[in-house]
């Protein structure tokens, strides 16, 4: 997966809102992202590890 784009629309995750971005917990080097297009990615460290449909 590219660690810079939405793997479902190809969207560039530095263009998304900040509050799109919800930490996983505090101090996690996970989080999650949610996309323009619907799809929740999960990022660990600030690379994508998964993603979801659009819904």
């Not at 810079?4 to 101090?27: D, I, K, M, Q, T």
Request: hydrophobic share 40%; aromatic share 8%; net charge positive.
């Amino acid at each position: 997966m590219n660690e810079n784009r939405c793997p479902r629309c190809g969207w560039p995750l530095a263009e998304l809102p900040a509050s799109a971005v919800f930490p996983a917990s505090p101090g996690s080097r996970a989080d999650y992202v949610r996309c323009l297009c619907g799809s929740w990615l999960t990022r660990l460290a600030g690379v994508v590890v998964g993603a979801t449909r659009s819904g």
